[in-house]
């Protein structure tokens, strides 16, 4: 159906605002200063800078219509695999809106932040507990900031032995984070496949152990959704090769109370605190990936870090021994993400944090026991927290993973994560969490299940055009990562 005004309903057609300007309009109306020198010391603006002219209601409608047309955790169900996009409890927020953390600033005197002191330090031993890890750095902003920090201390650590290793060991089905690393710290990626059993290749991995070998970088559980149930040979093996066991901690909602990273032989591993506890992510930020470390790194970790004096608390900002390889950002870390994290573990307990992994764990199972047979498992057996499907159940159909997952915009759900792993094919990435209700699990997959249906009775065409009900149709995806518009004028056209 068709609209003069373009809109449908709430759903509005929503122009740029470089298209809704008006020259002379603006927000302020402000006179222009009189008889007063400016004192910008030349920088005063010399003509126009191509921004919109527009009223302050434009810009409030404009920016309040495109969050409608977000997706968001608080907005329905988020099944995006390796992502642990679950609920954000209020209390959390609640919390990092006292004004003692919300108003803190870096620069200011210890003396007068020893509360946030003190909430970063309890934070750091909840996290040296739940991984049985000696050691933890705080600083990293995000999960890949967090590998870099691993990778650096680790790469510190060989150095001080004048042991000079050159390539890093990375399963196929890791995530893509891990090579980048791997390679930003000057080191060569060699892969390691995956077994029949989507586990990594014991026999390939000890081919490739030799002592050119940094580290090995593994993921567990993997982003298959499976245990690593070697892991502990995996270790052994790493170790004797005198390298050292990076882990990926971007699934730890999979086994956090119930497993010790530290116990399976691990070295280093970042834990994304916007996952597994619950603080809010996306969109580029606000993350926060503080790494764990066995005692072997602990004299290499990036300063700062905070430790107990007397009755207080205080920042060590220099290490006299110089070993540690510096830092790694200005200030300690992201405050308001410690908030979150730690208000959420005080409010679980122990026992509540084991129990969000195994119901985390008993979600993707009741998915994937659901799914099964109108979809392909792409392994045998249970999972862990995701479960991974494979398109051949759409052979000859005439509809791919991308079509079931435009239809999927249709009927409300955010897309499962697409594509990825990249060792299944047309893979179906699914994460419930543990946060999500039987019913909403129900919905979903009775959804899945229609849709193959009508996938398998022919209506690929139908498919080909999903979404239908979206406010923008499908856009060439392709085209607009090879030829972005990035500045905008009045013959620019959108894709």
Not at 81 to 91: A, E, I, Y
Not at 323 to 348: D, E, I, N, P, T
Not at 415 to 424: E, K
Not at 445 to 459: I, K, V, W, Y
Request: proline letters at 7%.
């Amino acid at each position: 159906m068709t609209t003069t005004s373009g809109h449908r309903g709430l759903v509005m057609d929503e122009p740029l605002l470089f298209e809704q300007d008006a020259p002379g309009r603006c927000g302020v109306d402000l006179d222009a200063p009189q008889g007063r020198p400016l004192k910008l010391g030349g920088l005063e603006r010399q003509g126009a800078i191509g921004l919109p002219g527009l009223a302050e209601p434009q810009v409030v409608r404009h920016f309040t219509r495109l969050s409608q047309k977000n997706f968001a955790i608080d907005a329905g169900f988020y099944p995006l695999g390796s992502c642990t996009m679950k609920h954000n409890p209020r209390l959390n927020e609640k919390a990092v809106r006292m004004a003692g953390f919300a108003m803190a600033h870096p620069l200011q005197p210890e003396s007068s932040v020893q509360g946030a002191l003190e909430l970063i330090a309890t934070l750091a031993h909840w996290l040296t507990t739940l991984t049985g890890m000696p050691g933890v750095a705080m600083s990293p902003a995000a999960g890949a900031h967090g590998e870099l920090a691993g990778l650096m201390t680790i790469r510190a650590a060989l150095t001080a032995r004048g042991d000079a290793r050159k390539k890093v060991l990375v399963p196929e089905s890791a995530h893509g984070t891990n090579p980048a690393t791997a390679t930003l710290c000057d080191y060569a990626v060699e892969s390691i496949p995956a077994n029949e059993r989507g586990r990594i290749d014991i026999e390939a991995l000890k081919e490739a152990l030799d002592g050119d070998v940094a580290a090995l970088m593994l993921t567990n559980p993997n982003t298959c959704g499976l245990f690593e149930d070697e892991i502990v040979e995996v270790a052994r093996l790493v170790h004797e090769a005198g390298a050292f066991f990076y882990g990926d901690g971007a699934n730890f909602n999979a086994i956090v109370g119930r497993v010790r990273p530290g116990d399976l032989g691990i070295d280093a591993m970042h834990i994304n605190l916007h996952k597994t506890f619950s603080t809010p992510h996306g969109g580029g930020g606000p993350g926060s990936g503080p790494v764990v470390l066995a005692q072997s790194l602990v004299p290499f970790a990036p300063l700062p870090y905070v430790v107990a004096d007397g009755d207080g608390f205080r920042m060590v900002e220099h290490d006299p021994s110089g070993r540690s390889f510096g830092r790694l950002r200005a200030f300690h870390g992201q405050m308001g993400m410690f908030v979150r994290a730690l208000a959420y573990m005080m409010s679980h307990g122990a026992d509540g944090l084991r129990q969000v992994a195994e119901d985390a764990v008993l979600n993707a199972n009741y998915v994937m026991a659901r799914l099964k047979g109108a979809y392909h498992p792409s392994f045998d057996g249970p999972c862990m927290h995701e479960c991974l499907f494979d398109d051949r159940t759409l052979k000859d159909t005439g509809v791919s993973t991308l079509d079931l997952a435009k239809a999927l915009i249709d009927e409300g759900f955010h897309p499962m994560t697409m594509y990825f792993p990249l060792v299944v094919h047309g893979a179906m990435l699914i994460e419930p969490t543990e946060t999500e209700s039987k019913a909403t699990l129900d919905l979903f997959c009775d959804t899945m299940l229609a849709l193959m249906e009508r996938a398998q009775a022919g209506n690929a065409d139908w498919f080909h055009e999903s979404p239908h009900l979206a406010p923008w149709r499908r856009l060439d995806e392709t085209a607009a990562a090879r030829h972005p518009v990035l500045t905008w004028t009045p013959e620019a056209k959108l894709l």
